[in-house]
């Protein structure tokens, strides 16, 4: 079976909200609110606060689909597991559930 990358990210959204995960939006492959950065390199970086402990404001139960670009293996990029942008497709749960779900 052939997917387009439309249909993975239709199919992933999909699967995580029958699982009640809420979609965060992507946040800006350059991020406004992070010095220790200059661009996004994963789908993570936004959610930091929360992972530490902050609420999220969409719940305990979220997932992304994030533009990243990452440098610093670009000497690497061509193979077949290098590239300097990709889309970063996560589920977090944010203290609600573990291995066993």
């Not at 930091?48 to 979220?62: A, I, Q």
Request: with cysteine; aromatic share 12%; net charge neutral.
């Amino acid at each position: 079976m052939s997917l387009t990358h439309v249909q993975l990210r239709e199919k992933f959204a999909k699967f995580w909200e029958k699982h009640n995960h809420k979609e965060i939006p992507p946040i800006p492959l350059v991020p406004q609110n992070d010095p220790t950065t200059l661009f996004t390199g994963s789908g993570m970086q936004q959610l930091v606060p929360y992972l530490l402990g902050e609420t999220h404001p969409l719940g305990k139960r979220v997932y992304n689909i994030q533009p990243c670009f990452r440098s610093q293996d670009i000497e690497e990029v061509g193979d077949n597991r290098h590239t300097t942008f990709f889309e970063m497709m996560g589920n977090w749960s944010l203290g609600d559930y573990f291995k066993k779900e």
